[in-house]
């Protein structure tokens, strides 16, 4: 493909308007079309982006012939469906994590992408931030291996609020979202898939009906082992903080940066064109659909973060 990818994007909140400013930086993709919740905010963004078509129905943006793919930065509760109208409308997707809160949801997806050969992807963008490649290039190159990974995912959110401060119309959720992106980036660094999985979880959110704090504990075929820490009630430090500690050194990753044991700084500018992971997944997406090939973080690649998850919901519903 060698034409503008011309792109339906939905969703006009925080991360989408983190994937606008990616697709900023891309030569031959342009964005189309907007949809959003909220018609005049969708207005309001796409007028800074420069969009000509806006709408609060995906499947308005669907219909239209000239659009080659779609971005969902939907509710979580919406990805595997939307995934599937995409799909079926003969659309390349790119669907930010989690793929689906049910597993057999996300496998039906996972089958639709098979068969329609389209460039169907799911957004784990630890696979793409620099600093995590940085740490993957050493364990391709056989100059590091993962005895043990400890990873803190850290949110002050007692109320539905998103990136931005502003209320959400949705509730997040700490094992089918937040825990993906730790699940599925321990197996693809490990290069085994997880063989043993534990989870617990605090007390139940009286409005919002989520568990606020969560520990999961995994073990791939390999040997190695990851503790997970997850909470919504955290008053700062926010985000997710990544501990390698591997048989030759210790790597602390926060985004897109890294650090080693020592807190010393690690140059990581060199790893890929960009400093910006959303981005990269972007150019990830765009260049498999022009490449006829699979993505990195393809549906059929993650199926198995979310096959780890069902059974850890399994375990904490018993």
Known sequence: MSKTIKVALAGAGAFGIK???????????????LIGRDLEKTREVAAKYGIGHVTTDLADSLSMPEVDAVILCTPTQMHA????????????VQVEIPLCDVLADGEEA???????????????????????QWVHKKIEAGEFNIQQMDVQTY?????????????????DHLLWHHAAHTVDLFAYQCGSPIVKANAIQGPIHPTLG??????IQLKAAN??????????NN???????????????????????????KEEKIDVSQVDVSMNGIELQDREFF????????????LAQVLPCYQVLHQLEQQLNA
């Open 19 to 33: 994937h606008l400013d990616g697709i900023r930086n891309i030569d031959g993709v342009e964005v189309v079309s």
């Open 81 to 92: 469906s939307q995934t599937l109208a995409c799909l079926k409308a003969g659309k390349h």
């Open 110 to 132: 996972v089958a639709l992408a098979e068969k329609s050969g389209l460039v169907a992807m799911c957004g784990h963008t630890r696979r793409f931030n620099p600093s995590h």
């Open 155 to 171: 949110f002050f959110r007692r109320t539905n609020m998103n990136a931005l401060g502003q209320p959400r119309s949705w509730t």
């Open 210 to 215: 989520i568990a606020m704090d969560m520990s």
């Open 223 to 232: 040997g190695a082992i990851c503790t997970l820490s997850l909470s919504f």
């Open 235 to 261: 008053d700062g430090p926010l985000g997710t903080f990544f501990r390698y500690i591997g048989d030759t050194g210790t790597f602390i990753a926060r985004y897109d940066d890294l650090v080693n044991g």
């Open 287 to 298: 260049a498999a659909i022009r490449e006829g090939r699979q993505p990195n973080s393809s």
